[in-house]
């Protein structure tokens, strides 16, 4: 008997205790913690973007009356409220961060950094059980060695790296090379769910190059080595690629980026639509390499183009609820996420990106590709 589910079943993005990428500080008093934590940031900030989890040190504290707000001139937001954690809600608060450092001495993370004090063995043996991810260690003067009950508990701890406290730039480093490992692998979503109305035909079947644009697009893709899927209807029959149906119904582009995420919340997508004949290898080559992933998303725009191009995009997995908080607004239009969020900007000339949209378009570049294409071979 086949058991009943009362939830569907949804694929999860990997996250720790609170955010997808986290790190405990362990081993020595709170104001030490956090001094390292703020040093290490000034480093990395301009690559990263970092949150730091602690607990309040004061002894009394008082429920504020009214959630609190206040905005600097310069954008900047103090915030004081009522909020209490939640390991869902707060998973949704962290989700847009690439790392969250964790006082250890209050809260669990998922890897630990393990700050060797002598006057604080007691402290450590206290919390072993937690030490079962230390990525290096960090000495805090010259006659510290590793405890032998951290020895006895976890034998490969004397492999791990080890740092003075005072080598901050290495510290960093270290930690910049645990962001990297996990920014999201990029995947391919080529857009082939429009009604194309204003072409009056599926423009993903349309030809500017020998084939159907949308098998053009995926095997431009696929040739750069991206896992690539297309984007379709419900009642679309494709059977030759793989593919992510629509579940965000009537939202157009808007919904086909959320419904890749749904399927897929630990990939950045790399959205690309079949109206665009112009983009090839070197617009997606430049697109990579600006990539910046502590941005929602790095996104192409016309040099004398107001705004960018939300179907020239790479979406980052933390674009993902910002997304869904704007469809709760009732806003379902990709290029508003863009203008209105963090994203990296790339500037290219507006020929490479010509949306066409209808016959007369088609028509005319048409010609214009035939003829480029005579003048290559004349040459």
């Known amino acids: 008997m086949k058991k009943h589910r009362k939830h569907a079943k949804l694929t999860r993005r990997n996250f720790g205790n609170y955010a997808h990428n986290e790190i405990a500080f362990l081993g020595v008093k709170c104001s030490i913690i956090s001094n390292l934590t703020q040093n290490i940031v000034k480093n990395i ?30 954008g900047n937001l103090v915030k004081t409220s009522a909020t209490k954690m939640d390991r869902y809600n707060d998973k949704i608060l962290f989700s847009e961060y690439d790392m969250l450092f964790i006082n250890g001495n209050h809260y669990r993370g998922e890897q630990q950094i393990l700050i060797l004090d002598n006057e604080k063995k007691s402290s450590v043996l206290k919390r072993i059980e937690q030490l079962d991810n230390i990525q290096f260690i960090i000495t805090l003067n010259e006659d510290v060695n590793i405890f032998n009950f951290l020895i006895e508990k976890y034998p490969n701890i004397e492999n791990l790296k080890s740092y003075s406290i005072h080598e901050i730039d290495k510290i960093s480093k270290h930690v910049e090379n645990l962001i990297e490992q996990k920014i999201a692998p990029v995947q391919g979503l080529v857009l082939a769910g429009g009604k194309s109305m204003r072409m009056g035909t599926d423009k993903g079947l349309l030809e500017y190059h020998g084939k159907s644009q949308r098998n053009f697009a995926i095997e431009m893709l696929e040739k750069m080595n991206f896992k690539t899927f297309l984007s379709v209807r419900k009642e679309q029959e494709i059977n030759d690629t793989a593919t992510v149906e629509d579940v965000f119904l009537g939202l157009g582009p808007f919904g086909a980026i959320c419904s890749a995420f749904q399927s897929d919340p630990n990939k950045a997508w790399l959205v690309l639509a079949t109206d665009l004949p112009f983009v090839d290898e070197k617009v997606i080559e430049l697109l990579l390499e600006k990539r910046d992933p502590s941005k929602i998303a790095t996104a192409i725009k016309g040099k004398d183009k107001q705004f960018p191009e939300p179907l020239i995009t790479i979406w980052e997995p933390k674009a993902y609820p910002i997304m869904l908080n704007f469809m709760a607004q009732g806003i379902s239009c990709p290029r508003k996420v863009l203008i209105n969020s963090d994203v990296k900007i790339v500037e290219i000339d507006d020929d490479f990106i010509r949306n066409i949209n209808t016959p007369d378009e088609f028509k005319a570049v048409k010609k214009e590709l035939n003829e480029n294409t005579s003048h290559i071979k004349r040459r």
């Not at 970092?50 to 429920?63: F, G, R």
């Open 45 to 74: 900030r301009n690559s990263a973007k970092i949150a730091y989890l602690d607990a309040s040190h004061t002894k009394e504290i008082i429920t504020p009356v009214i959630d609190d707000f206040t905005f600097h001139s310069s």
